[in-house]
């Protein structure tokens, strides 16, 4: 233990152990933020100004109801990570905005934002797994995920249209902002005639490459079968699904984005 630690009589140690004891509230309050549509309560087109709890509340629930001091709690852990800026005049209400990161949870016009992607993290069938974390060190041959569901996360998330949908969604909220700063400065696509995208779930990546390079004739948008199917149609992009361990169609390129932590 360092010597300052010692100073202060492990106060530090002790908080910091809480505090990690009790992290599970930071994601679960995220989560409950955006069930109930908190980030574009505030934001109202850009507005952004700052409203207590109970504004906040009749704008989620405008016949009434609800509970401003819970909401309150909420904001508040949630302020202490940098999501919301507290605003408090002396004596006066607490009120609250969205910081930088808040705003990345605001819906755009096109319906996108990083809300969905934390949903998706946080779904019970994804939950449930977590727990078993420890099995994956004394038992690595079943992934947790198949231990609790009895497949893979990806052939469960086929027979259910919900998590499909939101899966794709979140990917689109984060891949779209993503691929914007690639295309500024990423000229390797020169003399690319048809690209494939594997894993390209609702084809925005490629979408977006073909519009900024459009002497790339073909894209195809490789991804499962149940993922492709409800796909949107993309001018001069195919769909094709399959299983990327079997085979991928042929291209002059392959293109792979996935997402690391
Ligand atoms: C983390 S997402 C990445 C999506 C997209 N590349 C992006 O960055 O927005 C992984 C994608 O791989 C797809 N996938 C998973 N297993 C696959 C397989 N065996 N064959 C083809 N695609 C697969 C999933 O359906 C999902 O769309």
């Known amino acids: 233990?360092?010597?300052?630690?010692?100073?202060?009589?492990?106060?530090?140690?002790?908080?910091?152990?809480?505090?990690?004891?009790?992290?599970?509230?930071?994601?679960?309050?995220?989560?409950?933020a955006i069930r109930l549509h908190v980030p574009d309560a505030i934001w109202q087109g850009g507005a952004n100004t700052p409203l207590s709890a109970s504004q906040i509340l009749t704008r989620i629930l405008p016949s009434g109801g609800g509970d401003a001091e819970n909401l309150q709690r909420i904001l508040r852990l949630l302020t202490s990570y940098g999501v919301f800026s507290e605003h408090r005049e002396f004596g006066g209400e607490r009120k609250y905005s969205l910081t930088e990161i808040g705003k990345s949870l605001v819906t755009d016009a096109e319906g996108l934002s990083y809300a969905p992607y934390v949903l998706q993290h946080h779904q019970d069938a994804l939950m449930s797994a977590?727990?078993?974390?420890?099995?994956?060190?004394?038992?690595?041959?079943?992934?947790?995920?198949?231990?609790?569901?009895?497949?893979?996360?990806?052939?469960?998330?086929?027979?259910?249209?919900?998590?499909?949908?939101?899966?794709?969604?979140?990917?689109?909220g984060v891949s779209v902002p993503f691929m914007t700063s690639?295309?500024?400065?990423?000229?390797?696509?020169?003399?690319?005639?048809?690209?494939?995208?594997?894993?390209?779930?609702?084809?925005?990546?490629?979408?977006?490459?073909?519009?900024?390079?459009?002497?790339?004739?073909?894209?195809?948008?490789?991804?499962?079968?149940e993922v492709v199917a409800e796909a949107p149609s993309i001018p001069g992009?195919?769909?094709?699904?399959?299983?990327?361990?079997?085979?991928?169609?042929?291209?002059?390129?392959?293109?792979?984005?996935?997402?690391?932590?």
């Open 237 to 261: 992009v195919t769909h094709f699904g399959g299983d990327m361990f079997k085979s991928i169609p042929a291209a002059d390129a392959i293109f792979m984005k996935v997402h690391h932590f």
């Open 182 to 225: 690639v295309l500024d400065g990423y000229d390797g696509f020169k003399g690319v005639k048809r690209l494939v995208d594997v894993g390209g779930s609702a084809g925005d990546c490629l979408r977006m490459i073909l519009q900024k390079h459009p002497f790339i004739c073909e894209g195809v948008n490789f991804d499962l079968p």
């Open 130 to 172: 977590w727990p078993l974390v420890h099995e994956a060190v004394l038992d690595p041959t079943i992934e947790p995920f198949v231990k609790v569901h009895g497949e893979p996360a990806y052939s469960y998330y086929g027979k259910k249209p919900e998590m499909n949908g939101l899966m794709r969604k979140a990917m689109s």
């Open 1 to 32: 233990m360092e010597d300052n630690e010692c100073r202060d009589g492990g106060k530090k140690v002790r908080l910091a152990i809480m505090e990690l004891a009790n992290m599970i509230s930071v994601p679960m309050s995220l989560t409950a």
